[in-house]
């Protein structure tokens, strides 16, 4: 069994624009390694039959979220979190309540060009996998979430992977991140973009 046992527990969290890739990387890397996800987007799909994207959905899925997660820190396990935290306040609240909570955070940004993104959002199919959970956004939905992502800078602990990569690539690059952090994996799953892999800090395995 593929596990990462961390030193000190981590969340780690998907940032990038709607479209970018995200929940490709974070379902198959929870699953690799065996570790509790909260996805933002399973949480409005189980929870409205008609989605809108809309301000009140919004606050109603990040709740839950939320609720999920003060449960999930009390096992002290290294969990992910797909969604939710693209606007920077809302990155200032997690790193928070993790450093209280005595965990680390790692922000996973896939990044995707704009267009690449787009397209992808605009032409989900329920079929596909990974888009189950997903429907296609309206052009006016896509530019309300594209206009919520902002950049992480250079004080938050983040790392760049390609969301046009394959996930063994994907992987990789996170796992480097996260054995520069003093935390030792296990196993690595097999494949850096060229701006990916750039916040560097020790070995780990998701306990």
């Known amino acids: 069994m593929s596990t990462l046992q961390p030193a000190r527990p981590i969340i780690i969290v998907t940032i990038g624009y709607p479209g970018a890739g995200k929940s490709f990387f974070a379902r198959q890397f929870a699953e690799t390694f065996h570790a509790p996800l909260i996805s933002f987007d399973e949480i409005r799909y189980e929870l409205f039959n008609e989605i809108s994207h809309s301000i009140d959905e919004d606050i109603i899925v990040a709740r839950v979220a939320g609720l999920q997660l003060r449960e999930l820190i009390k096992t002290k396990r290294t969990l992910i979190i797909d969604g939710g935290h693209n ?107 060229p701006q990916a892999g750039s916040i560097t800090r020790r070995p780990i395995s998701i306990n």
């Open 87 to 193: 606007p920077k306040v809302s990155r200032i609240e997690l790193t928070k309540l993790a450093k209280d909570s005595g965990y680390a955070v790692l922000y996973v940004w896939v990044q995707t060009d704009e267009r690449t993104s787009r397209i992808r959002s605009l032409k989900r199919s329920p079929g596909r996998d990974m888009d189950n959970y997903n429907r296609s956004l309206s052009t006016d939905e896509f530019e309300h979430q594209f206009r919520k992502f902002t950049e992480p800078s250079d004080n938050e602990p983040f790392v760049v992977i390609s969301g046009r990569h394959t996930y063994a690539t994907q992987a990789r690059i996170a796992l480097k991140r996260l054995a520069n952090n003093h935390e030792t994996p296990r196993k690595e799953p097999p494949s850096r973009t």
